[in-house]
């Protein structure tokens, strides 16, 4: 779980557990995927945010390379009186590494009707996760 995700800015996702890396391209300490191996690469990410007790407003996810973002996807929260207070946010995209040090990180959003510091993100491979594997033939 990552707790206290600062309202209105985007946050590194912090995953630090693995259930496959054939290739020990994903670093638990840097939340950094660095492929080793050029070619064309498939990109997903989901986390799954709750708020305690604040209406969320918006949720935002992106994935970055090498410390710009390529890809982002955006969610408005608030369905008129109804306090939705758990959510989840997926983006994905493919994405051509050229370069043996090419990384790859994600970062998340959220913003909620006090300004305050309290989204948080559920932890869990099932529920918030960061997948990338070489296409193969591409």
């Known amino acids: 779980t990552q707790s206290s995700i600062s309202h209105d800015t985007w946050v590194k996702l912090n995953i630090n557990a693995e259930s496959y890396d054939t290739n020990n391209a994903y670093d638990t300490s840097t939340y950094k995927f660095t492929p080793a191996v050029v070619g064309k690469y498939y990109l997903n990410a989901t986390a799954y945010i709750y708020n305690d007790s604040n209406i969320p407003r918006r949720a935002g996810i992106k994935i970055y390379k090498n410390g710009s ?35 790859y990180e994600v970062y998340i959003y959220t913003n909620n009707s006090a300004g305050a510091n309290n989204g948080n993100v559920s932890g869990g491979e099932r529920v918030t996760f960061f997948t990338g594997y070489k296409l193969i033939g591409a």
């Open 69 to 103: 973002p390529i890809t982002e996807e955006w969610n408005r929260i608030v369905d008129g009186n109804n306090l939705l207070h758990e959510w989840s946010i997926s983006v994905s995209t493919t994405d051509n590494c050229t370069s043996i040090s090419d990384y």
